[in-house]
């Protein structure tokens, strides 16, 4: 999820419209001594907006390729935490209590809970965030970006992925009757029509939906019960089947849909693109990242391939741009995808993340850590260095150890 996104994006988002995901990450993202925010932080643009996402995603994307992420900057972001569980985008004084002006969010909190979780030794801070989650959900079983606001697919897909990645199931996290993949069904578009099988935002004023690449990529994520993180599909990959199951399709469907919704809308560039008012459609790279992730989770790792190779040879100068959780994002679609993000078009994704803050303490070249969610079992993946060198990936892939079973 491109959190995602823009500056109008977060304006609509603390209007209580709800965000696609995050604000958008300024230029120049590499640290400099100069700047007035902590050291701990990755990438030195002001955090006033996006502090804790890009926090979230830039420790995520480290302990994903076995990188162990500073100390200080994952204190950073635990000490981000309100004292009722919330995360709000930045804190510029923690020390202060949350204030009723401070804008706490269901985005930045769930994307804290996967990272704090995927790390380990911060179960209390991730149950709290968790617990606060649950207080907001929606009658329909979702999310809106800000609390009270109307469930959008992106919010309640990224908390989802935080409800998985504590070990929680989704179905059971209930609203009355109303489950989170109840709000993402009514969310998507029927097989007939404009944008068959694409998940919404949200409804416009009339309540009808309108297909968005964005939240169908998120869509799928959540619709499969997925984090932010998944490991490479194995077995046997999908077809290419065309949308099914129109009306009320249930989660699995849903997921099916979207996943051929991105692969009709990738086919003729082989990316995504996005549009501002006045001006051309322009390559939408976070938003491309994010639908290899989501079309690699529902098993379509063919039709991941060519966006993934679009992105190995177009992709860097946005990520110099745009900073640390751009370099995330192109890790887990590398990732998701079972390609060396140390050799991502002959880039080094994680050297690069790394320096856009604090150098890690340890870092271990030859190891991953699988922060998947899909089952709830105590596992550890190793796979031998030649097997892995064999397979293009360059390094060990191991699963992090779930704290409890769902």
């Known amino acids: 999820m491109n959190v995602r996104r823009s500056a109008a994006a977060l304006a609509a988002a603390t209007a209580v419209i709800g965000a696609a995901a995050a604000p958008a990450v300024a230029t120049d993202p590499s640290p400099s001594a100069s700047r007035a925010f902590s050291s701990a932080l990755y990438g030195s643009t002001d955090p006033t907006y996006d502090g804790v996402w890009r926090q979230s995603l830039a420790l995520l994307a480290q302990h994903t390729v076995g990188v162990k992420p500073p100390a200080e900057s994952v204190d950073w972001l635990a000490g981000q935490q309100c004292a009722n569980g919330a995360f709000a985008p930045y804190r510029a004084d923690p020390s202060k209590a949350c204030g009723a002006k401070l804008m706490a969010d269901t985005n930045n909190t769930a994307a804290a809970v996967q990272a704090l979780a995927a790390l380990g030794g911060h179960d209390a801070a991730a149950d709290k965030a968790v617990a606060w989650l649950k207080s907001v959900q929606n009658k329909d079983g979702g999310w809106g970006y800000a609390p009270g606001g109307a469930s959008d697919t992106n919010s309640t897909s990224v908390v989802i992925g935080a409800l998985t990645a504590v070990g929680e ?101 082989g990316y995504l693109k996005s549009a501002l008012p006045g001006s051309t459609d322009q390559p939408d790279y976070g938003n491309t990242a994010d639908a290899v992730v989501a079309l690699a989770a529902q098993g379509r790792a063919a039709q991941a391939k060519e966006p993934l190779r679009w992105l190995e040879q177009n992709s860097a100068t946005w990520a110099a741009k745009s900073g640390p959780a751009a370099y995330a994002q192109l890790i887990f679609a590398a990732h998701a995808t079972g390609t060396d993000p140390r050799d991502f078009g002959g880039a080094d994704l994680v050297k690069q993340l790394n320096a856009t803050g604090p150098a890690p303490k340890t870092a271990t070249d030859d190891s991953a850590a699988d922060t998947d969610d899909s089952d709830g079992s105590d596992i550890w993946w190793m796979v031998g260095a030649g097997l892995a060198a064999g397979a293009g990936i360059g390094f060990l892939i191991s699963g992090r150890n779930k704290r409890r079973k769902p």
């Not at 935002?201 to 993180?229: E, I, R, S, Y």
């Not at 490991?231 to 989660?251: V, W």
């Open 169 to 269: 199931e989704p179905a059971d996290v209930r609203k009355g009757e109303q489950t989170p993949y109840d709000a993402l069904r009514k969310l998507a578009l029927p097989c007939d029509g404009d944008g068959a099988g694409a998940f919404a935002f949200q409804p416009d004023k009339k309540g009808k939906l309108a297909a968005n690449a964005d939240a169908t990529a998120a869509g799928v994520l959540g619709a499969l019960g997925k984090g932010l993180v998944v490991r490479p599909a194995s077995g046997k990959q999908t077809d290419a089947a065309a949308c099914s199951d129109a009306g009320y399709p249930a989660p699995q469907q849903a997921a099916a849909n979207g996943a051929a919704y991105l692969t009709k809308a990738l086919a003729e560039d």
